[in-house]
Each structure stands twice: as structure tokens, then as C-alpha cells.
């Protein structure tokens, strides 16, 4: 397949000198006076769209960064995650399926070490009181938009 684009490499030293602006009151260049004739020739286009689909790449340094490639998956959850072979609602086969995972004997440490993980995350929304009115002296206000079923 053939590259469309070009990467442009540039160290700092080859940018050039660096640019000093001064400040000047406004200065009349050129002054084009309308053509009244021309006028007929003007079309009003009153939508413009144009597109850009690859721009041109200055480096500041000469290492590029190579692109990750990315993947999306998403498991779908009814009952926990199970393999693909073992259907979710057949009590029979999560049954025996669960009996050969308890089993193995890795299955109490690996347990072990969840726990322990998942105390920790529980234990830290112990220090917020869910049933406390945090904001009792607020004025309700009306609403916006009116609420609806649809």
C-alpha cells in the first residue's frame, strides 16, 4: 500500500532565529476602491465546507512515537463471567462447573487474596454517611424542564 503521507524531521537548531514583534499604530498599505462592473461577475455562496483529512507532521525532535494498536471487547454479564461453553441459566452445568473450580488448588488463595481487595475498596466508603442531609440549607429551585414519562 502506498504512504500518503511524509513526516517532516526538524531539530531545534534548524528553526532559525527567534521573532521579535514590535508594536505599530495601524498603516494603510493598498486601497482597492470597488469595481461597480466586477459586481455582476460576484456569486453570494452562503455555505462553505471543506475537509482536511492529513496534515502535515513537524517534529520537534527526531524520535517519533510508534501508534499502539487498541482493542474493545466487552463480556456480557447475566450471572457473573462464565466461559463460552457453559450456558448461565442451566443450573446442572454451573453447578458441576463450579464443583471443578473448587476443586483446584489454587482456589482458596486466589479467594483469599480477592478478599482482602474487596475489603479494602468496601471499607472505604465506610466513612461516608449515606443517610446525612448534606445540603439542607440549599433553596429548591424550579425546574427547567418539566419532567416527563416519555
Known amino acids: 500500500m502506498m504512504e500518503i503521507k511524509q513526516v517532516f524531521l526538524k531539530t531545534r537548531a534548524e528553526f532559525g532565529k527567534q521573532c521579535i514583534f514590535n508594536f505599530y499604530g495601524p498603516h494603510?498599505?493598498?486601497e482597492i476602491k470597488p469595481n461597480p462592473d466586477e459586481m455582476t461577475n460576484y456569486k453570494v455562496r452562503t455555505h462553505c465546507n471543506a475537509g482536511v483529512q492529513n496534515t502535515k507532521q513537524l517534529a520537534l525532535h527526531e524520535a517519533q512515537t510508534v501508534g499502539a494498536e487498541t482493542k474493545s471487547s466487552g463480556m456480557?454479564?447475566?450471572e457473573g463471567g462464565w466461559p463460552k461453553e457453559i450456558n448461565p441459566r442451566d443450573e446442572e452445568t454451573t453447578a458441576r462447573f463450579?464443583?471443578?473450580?473448587e476443586k483446584d488448588e489454587d482456589w482458596a488463595p486466589k479467594?483469599?487474596?480477592l478478599f482482602q481487595q474487596?475489603?479494602?475498596n468496601i471499607l472505604q466508603n465506610g466513612a461516608l454517611n449515606i443517610y446525612q442531609h448534606y445540603?439542607?440549607?440549599m433553596v429548591p429551585t424550579e425546574l427547567v424542564k418539566?419532567?416527563?414519562l416519555r
Open 28 to 30: 494603510m498599505d493598498e
Open 76 to 78: 456480557f454479564h447475566f
Open 98 to 101: 463450579r464443583r471443578r473450580i
Open 111 to 113: 479467594l483469599r487474596n
Open 118 to 120: 474487596m475489603e479494602r
Open 135 to 137: 445540603f439542607d440549607d
Open 146 to 148: 418539566p419532567r416527563s
